[in-house]
């Protein structure tokens, strides 16, 4: 329920390795405290694991839909498949507002890139 905004640490102690003891970082999506996540900030492997199958499902669906998109002759189909494509980023990008990186360019740059080209076909149509 707390939301704080991270604690703020002192940077630029310049070390690497070996976390201080007494500063465990929460996972960024259970928020459980990890001992071993593999930087602060990120996640529990429980939540790194189950987030990479959600995403790469999410990624093949869009994938899937962009074909169907070029196959598709008819503009109201084409939008319908334009609509799929827009719920599984809109998705995605709710990670990214977390902070979580799940999609390169980012779900945001994503969506509206998608929105334009729907959005230009919808005119066209
Ligand atoms: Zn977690």
Known sequence: MASQEGSRKPRGTGQREGPPSGSLDRCLRCGRVAAALSRPGALCPACDAAIATEVQARVRTIQESLRTLKAEPN???????????????????????????????????????????????????
């Open 75 to 125: 503009v109201p189909g084409k939008l319908r498949e334009w609509d799929r494509i827009l719920v599984q980023v809109a998705a995605l990008q709710q990670y990214e507002a977390r902070g979580i990186l799940t999609t390169c360019p980012p779900p945001s740059a994503l969506l509206q890139e998608f929105q334009g080209q729907r959005a230009a076909l919808a005119r066209a149509g």
